[in-house]
Antibody
Framework: QVQLQESGPGLVKPSETLSLTCTVS????????WTWIRQPAGKGLEWIGR???????NYNPSLKSRVTMSADTSKNQFSLKLTSVTAADTAMYYC?????????????WGQGTLVTVSS | QSVLTQPPSVSGAPGQRVTISCTGS?????????VHWYQQLPGTAPQLLIF???NRPSGVPDRFSGSKSGTSASLAITGLQAEDETTYYC???????????FGGGTKLTVL
């Protein structure tokens, strides 16, 4: 079955750019939407945005000015860049697969990667 | 403050039935957008529990069921088991925010 694995630096300095990659195995990224979601410790879930395999994107308006997502079908990966990070961006970051309409569910999810913003 | 409102906690005895509510508005659940539910065990990623308001993915026990009416949705768990003690989240889409939104999460305690 499809499995997702996040990777990237666990520590990012304030004002710098957070960069994460999600590698998909067990299936192709083509034909699906791929999503980033984050969760600060002890708090709820926040949708960051999604990218279709062809490259079209939808971002959360609250983060849109700082977010860029990309997809690489040759590597079966998709990526997240979040610029000008602050301590408020410290969270567990999850990647997940989405389907069709933007109101659809997410399944499966990666195990998550913890990103801490600190100097 | 989450766009979708869930009770912070619910509890029930083993074998009992509990429900978790997810209250939205006319720009999300009330607008006809589907509601999905996730179960998040401690230290793990959320797992899809109910999709499209009422549907269970394969492997999810039929003790779990979902419903939707008006601007709210509910997750019902019957025959409560100790392993059900964890946190549950609802998800939908909000057209005013142009964003996918989640409830704040509900911690279920099995007494």
């Amino acid at each position: 079955q499809v499995q997702l694995q996040e990777s990237g630096p666990g520590l990012v300095k304030p004002s710098e750019t957070l960069s994460l990659t999600c590698t998909v195995s067990g299936g192709s990224i083509s034909g699906y939407y791929w999503t980033w979601i984050r969760q600060p410790a002890g708090k709820g879930l926040e949708w960051i945005g999604r990218i279709y395999s062809s490259g079209s994107t939808n971002y959360n308006p609250s983060l849109k000015s700082r977010v860029t997502m990309s997809a690489d079908t040759s590597k079966n990966q998709f990526s997240l860049k979040l610029t000008s990070v602050t301590a408020a961006d410290t969270a567990m970051y999850y990647c997940a697969r989405g389907f069709g309409g933007i109101s659809r569910e997410f399944d499966p999810w990666g195990q998550g990667t913890l990103v801490t913003v600190s100097s | 403050q989450s766009v979708l409102t869930q009770p912070p906690s619910v509890s029930g005895a083993p074998g009992q039935r509990v429900t978790i509510s997810c209250t939205g508005s006319s720009s999300n659940i009330g607008a006809g957008y589907d509601v999905h539910w996730y179960q998040q065990l401690p230290g793990t990623a959320p797992q899809l529990l109910i999709f499209g308001n009422t549907n269970r993915p394969s492997g999810v026990p039929d003790r779990f069921s979902g419903s939707k009416s008006g601007t709210s949705a509910s997750l019902a768990i019957t025959g409560l088991q100790a392993e059900d003690e964890t946190t549950y989240y609802c998800q939908s889409y909000d057209s005013s925010l142009s964003a996918v939104v989640f409830g704040g999460g509900t911690k279920l305690t099995v007494l």
